[in-house]
């Protein structure tokens, strides 16, 4: 894309831009803010996956029966894209299996089991010089090294995004406190009541990017949080221009293209990346995380989970170790109310749904969403589509779900990737407002899903030509090679019959011409 | 604990098919009373009709079909189809008229194609135009607007004339039944008298007909409603109001002997009730935001072309079924920018 800073249009902060379409929904956040952050005891056994990230799973580098320390390496990342996990607490390792683990399959996957010592012994910590001491790589190997990831529920690892490539400068970190979702509040209670872990992470991140500028966009249904942010960057005098921006509550302001949108009225081109516009989009708990990994030379071992819904008694917000069962956050929630129906992780809108309480917090764990009947209740059955246009209305992406929704039934991929299919990012905009309450983003997934495999088919199937041309060709060369062979052979061995033939016929004639020589003389000699 | 699990998103709106024909067919109300005011039983007497008839039809169909035959009712589409229908309809037409037609939307024009969301033309507007060719007759027997009517039947009169064809004694239809203001219009013109001489009579009222220009306040309140609701989006109302108003504007400015007022067009005949309730229907019209509005904008070309020099008096239906056979294309042509896709 660009190919220098001067390639992006000037940035432009002084007003806010809007996205298209949205949806005002229900907010459903008081409950779990009413109470202060809590931090959960150490549970007995964490279970750690070996995959909570975008990428290659991580590889075990202990043992059954290994004892580990709180913080220390367990599992090395394999791969780029891909980043370690650490023990979260002191114990014994007791397996290395498959375990359930929060997915939209509901499948199994490796996980390490550690059984608390209860003594919660950290490894022994490094020292380590202030920030602005290490250059971009090193601080990027740091945060790689603790194992961060973004913690708004994607994963993706953290130091990949901060090496958007020499050919992409940034000129923009974006701090993405909208939290739109309903229900959610992990990122609004962090951005309250530890303000400062988010504005020093900030410093290290726009020392890692060597930018200027920060801004903190913050949906205006959390006041508090914004009043906290901007008193501790009003408090704070280093270089660097960090701001706090309230934007208009709208679902989904939060996604990563929306925001950015909002903030700067750039977009982020369509299957690219913000860092192709010169924007690095950071989430706030990922931020106070690299704060701890760099600070405090702590890797990422805990997050802090809205644990809220109809279906538990006291909603609240709880710093967790990773790994620990999510039953034990509902039990300190006060359980279950009688009434509970469905238990998602993330949010009603994209979140997906658990099979089971047993399954441990991974690091993309930001919400338990414990619901009854009455709250969310069982999807009604789906009518016929009627065109009537109210997804075009709300769609943030510009799509036309209603075509994509045709194509996608009818399995015409094609036609649906002509309609931008995989500008979709599933918000789920689309099907709140379906009247004929079509389950319009599980078609989209479909479509999707279909296409990625045909995809792999088609390689698949590409490799195989290739493979079997190659050997076609590689078998006409034989061939022809063998032809050449047996050609010059044969003529080799034509030439050397002819040259024989010469030289007998040669070596004949001189003997003739000899003996006549001899002959005639011999004869006056003989005679 | 174990949970039951579904696909995101998990939450829902509102909005809901059912709701949405409901909601259009309580912003008819206005338009509805006031066309029963105007112009009689008639107006009721078919609406009962056409609206029994399409449940009946699509019930019918719905179960040869093998498809759930009260859930699908519950959406109140049939109902709907109906009820536009039976708007369209001259008030003395014989009960047959409704029947046919509501027969001939929700079996040909809706079921044989797939039921809702698979019609490709609006089928009370399919019902309404196989009536117009097939019974030109039937179909111009409208009823004055009532201080004009020398007598007005009573219900009983209206159901006796409907469905058994008799009328009070030393009546005929011709002295009861009068031609619509379009209608009038068109035929005078054609015997040389200039629009002031025509639009002098009794039957003209200062916007449209008499008596059609209440129908059509009627329905454009009805209509701003849907607007308010966000039933409807401004776009088809706007481009087909818009594309009429220019149209009548220009020839209007060019030649006012000749042509009606802007003002009149938006004012008589089914203009506002197609504009706000029969355009708008969102299985056969174009979907993109830009796609409504030339959707809309050739409709209202299309109603005024047919009205100022076609040879039906009005031309919603026709307007809205040439439209309807456009769609696809507008569609195509009308997509949205999508985000990241480049261009402002």
Redesign the interface.
């Known amino acids: 894309m660009a190919d220098h800073a001067g390639d992006h249009e000037r940035l432009d902060l002084s007003r806010l831009h809007h996205?298209?379409g949205g949806?005002k929904?229900p907010e459903c956040k008081a409950a779990a803010t009413a109470t202060p952050l809590r931090t959960l005891p150490v549970p007995p056994r964490l279970i750690l996956p070996l995959q909570q990230h975008i990428g290659e799973p991580a590889r075990p580098v202990v043992a059954i029966g290994d004892q580990v320390r709180k913080g220390q390496l367990i599992a090395r990342a394999e791969g780029y894209v891909s980043v370690p996990v650490h023990a979260s607490t002191s114990g014994r390792v007791t397996d290395i299996g498959d375990y359930p683990v929060p997915h939209p399959s509901?499948l199994s996957a490796p996980a390490i089991v550690i059984d608390s010592d209860g003594d919660d012994t950290p490894v022994a910590g490094t020292p380590h010089g202030d920030y602005r001491s290490l250059d971009p790589s090193e601080l990027r190997n740091r945060i790689r090294r603790a194992g961060i990831v973004g913690l708004g529920g994607a994963g993706f690892p953290t130091f990949i995004k901060m090496n958007p490539g020499p050919h992409k400068p940034v000129d923009l970190l974006l701090i993405n406190g909208a939290e739109c979702e309903?229900y959610i509040s992990c990122d609004d209670m962090l951005m309250r009541e530890r303000p400062q872990e988010v504005i020093e992470g900030i410093h290290i991140l726009m020392h890692a990017l060597q930018v200027g500028t920060c801004v903190i966009g913050v949906e205006d249904n959390k006041p508090e949080a914004i009043a906290a942010l901007e008193q501790t960057v009003a408090a704070d005098h280093r270089l660097g221009d960090i701001r706090v921006q309230a934007i208009p509550t709208l679902y989904p302001s939060g996604g990563e293209?929306q925001l950015i949108?909002i903030l700067t009225g750039r977009?982020?081109?369509?299957?690219?990346l913000p860092a192709d516009i010169g924007i690095v989009c950071q989430n706030p708990a990922t931020v106070a995380a690299v704060y701890h990994a760099i600070h405090r030379n702590e890797p990422l071992i805990s997050r802090i989970v809205t644990v809220t819904g109809t279906g538990v008694e006291a909603p609240a917000n709880l710093e967790v170790r990773i790994g620990t069962p999510m039953?034990h956050l509902i039990e300190a929630c006060g359980g279950?109310t009688p009434g509970?129906?469905?238990?998602?992780m993330g949010g009603?809108?994209?979140?997906?749904?658990?099979?089971?309480?047993a399954l441990p917090v991974t690091k993309t764990t930001n919400c338990l969403l414990a619901?009854t009947r009455e709250e969310?209740p069982?999807?009604?059955?789906p009518?016929?589509?009627?065109?009537?246009?109210?997804c075009?209305?709300v769609c943030?992406?510009?799509?036309?779900p209603?075509?994509l929704y045709w194509f996608a039934h009818a399995r015409d991929f094609d036609k649906a990737q002509d309609?931008?299919l995989f500008?979709c990012i599933?918000?789920?905009c689309c099907?709140?407002?379906?009247?004929?309450?079509l389950?319009l983003?599980?078609y989209y997934?479909f479509a999707k899903t279909e296409i990625w495999a045909q995809e792999r088919d088609r390689i698949k199937a590409d490799i195989a030509r290739q493979r079997h041309e190659s050997r076609q060709e590689r078998l006409e060369r034989e061939k022809r090679e063998r032809a050449e062979r047996l050609k010059r052979k044969k003529q080799a061995v034509r030439e050397g019959d002819d040259n024989s033939k010469q030289a007998a016929i040669q070596a004949a004639l001189e003997r003739a011409r000899a003996r006549k020589q001899t002959g005639a003389d011999s004869p006056e000699k003989s005679d | 604990?174990?949970?039951?699990?579904?696909?995101?998103?998990?939450?829902?709106?509102t909005?809901?098919?059912g709701?949405?024909m409901r909601g259009v067919m309580l912003a008819a109300l206005p338009g509805l009373i006031l066309a029963w005011w105007f112009f009689g039983w008639g107006v009721l007497v078919n609406l009962v009709l056409a609206v029994s008839t399409c449940i009946g039809a699509e019930a019918a169909m719905l179960r040869m079909r093998r498809r759930p035959v009260r859930?699908?009712l519950g959406?109140g589409?049939a109902a709907l189809t109906g009820l536009l229908l039976a708007l369209a309809l001259p008030p003395f037409a014989p009960w047959w008229i409704p029947v046919l037609g509501a027969l001939f939307a929700i079996v040909i024009a809706k079921q044989l194609y797939g039921?809702?969301?698979?019609n490709p033309f609006n089928p009370a507007m399919v019902g309404y135009v196989v009536l117009l060719i097939s019974f030109p007759r039937e179909m111009t027997l409208w009823a004055p607007p009532q201080e004009l009517a020398d007598a007005r039947l009573s219900l009983v009169q209206t159901l006796a004339w409907s469905l058994l064809g008799t009328l009070p004694a030393g009546t005929g239809i011709d002295a009861i039944s009068m031609a619509t203001p379009l209608d009038t219009i068109k035929t005078q013109l054609g015997l040389g008298l200039t629009l002031t001489e025509i639009q002098a009579g009794p039957r003209f009222g200062s916007l449209g007909g008499y008596g059609w220009e209440w129908v059509n306040l009627g329905f454009l309140l009805g209509g701003g409603w849907l607007l308010y609701r966000g039933t409807i989006?401004w776009q088809i109302p706007a481009g087909f109001l818009g594309g009429l108003f220019v149209m009548a504007l220009l020839f209007y400015a060019a030649d006012s002997d000749t042509y009606a007022s802007p003002l009149f067009h938006l004012f008589s005949g089914a203009a506002m009730l197609g504009a706000f309730f029969i355009a708008t229907d969102?299985?056969s019209?174009s979907?993109?935001?830009r796609g409504?509005l030339v959707y809309g904008i050739g409709i209202g070309i299309l109603v005024y072309i047919i009205r100022a020099w076609g040879g039906y008096p009005d031309g919603v239906a026709f307007a809205v079924l040439l439209m309807n056979m456009a769609v696809p294309t507008i569609?195509y042509y009308t997509?949205?920018?999508?985000?990241?896709?480049?261009g402002e």
């Open positions: 996205f298209h949806l929904l509901g309903p293209k949108r977009e982020v081109p369509s299957q690219g039953r279950y509970v129906d469905r238990m998602l009603p809108m994209m979140g997906f749904a658990l099979t089971s309480d619901t969310l069982p999807p009604e059955p009518r016929p589509c009627i065109r009537c246009g109210e075009v209305r943030p992406a510009q799509l036309l209603q075509q309609y931008n500008d599933e918000c789920g099907a709140y407002v379906c009247p004929s309450r389950p983003v599980q997934r | 604990m174990e949970f039951r699990t579904y696909s995101s998103p998990h939450l829902s709106g909005n809901h098919v709701r949405l859930v699908t959406d589409s039921g809702l969301g698979y989006q969102p299985v019209a979907t993109t935001p409504r569609d997509q949205p920018r999508v985000y990241g896709q480049g």
